[in-house]
């Protein structure tokens, strides 16, 4: 009879790959470095391959553990999330959605939508996973998240992109920055501007780097931050300028601690998507939550527009 691997040893595998040391790997999973050694050995005998080659304290993995570190962080993440589900409909629940939005954006929406939630569709639970904000894609398909609200832009392979409502792009400034009380902004008006944005040097097919790239005017890049939320406050403060979707800053020009201005007299359109996997595209809770924030977006009264479908 053949011998597979278990859930100690794909525990394990994380573990190393964490750490990198058998010791510190022991620890985390609370076993002893011996104990760890032996389960090593043990996943090698049944798998009929070496994973670890030792270089003095550390483990080096070969690439057969690193193909496995992959697949067991998918298998465990799910596991995890099986047993978290299964207690949560003991309370009435049958389907939990896991949701991330790439956007400084969702704290002033996200509680509307919630609470719309709450009064229509109680055997629904939404999730937000604030870790995932970031490489957003990578978290859907590693099935990290089940839904992303992402910009619309070249379809990925294995997702299917649902339009939610159309925004735009915006130049924001400090209240009391030269360009303040314009209507919209022409690419020139960037030239010379402490420019703060996710990336130091941003790619070419960026909707803001087509209205830089005709004119030739280019605003001085400065240290990158990652963190849309953080480039909010960096600008209300006056430490630069930069350019965000419209629907992630206007709660803050509302409060008068920043300015914002259209990209051109015609401005930057950008619309958003609800994004799910090719799997779950049809009758699935994913779905059904999808549908739920399209509709909302639709007919909600916090100022969206229709997204061209």
Known sequence: MTAYLDVRHLQMLRAIAT???VTDAAELLGLTPSALS?????????????????????LRMTPAAEYLVQVADRILTDL???????????????????????AYSSYHWLPHFLQHLGSTRTDLDLQIMA????????HLLNRHIDLAVLPSGVPQAGTVAIPLFADEIVFIMAPDHRHAGKAFIEAGDLEGEDHITTQLTPSPNQEFMRVMRPAESYPRWTTPIELPE?????????????????????????????AMARLTADGLPLEWSAV???EDAENTATRTMADLLVAW???????????QA
């Open 19 to 21: 750490t990198g040391r």
């Open 38 to 58: 032996h389960r090593i050995r043990e996943a090698e005998r049944r798998l009929g391959v070496t994973l670890f080659v030792r270089l003095h304290k550390r």
């Open 80 to 102: 995890e999330r099986a047993e978290a589900d299964v207690r949560r409909m003991s309370h009435g629940v049958t389907d939990v959605v896991r949701l991330a939005v790439e």
């Open 131 to 138: 870790d995932a904000s970031q490489n957003t894609l990578h």
């Open 230 to 258: 953080a480039i909010v406050e960096l600008v209300a403060a006056g430490l630069g300028t930069s350019m965000l979707a419209r629907w992630a800053v206007e709660p803050t020009v509302a409060t008068g601690r920043l």
């Open 276 to 278: 799910i996997r090719q």
């Open 297 to 307: 977006c639709t007919a909600d009264k916090l100022g969206f527009r229709r997204a």
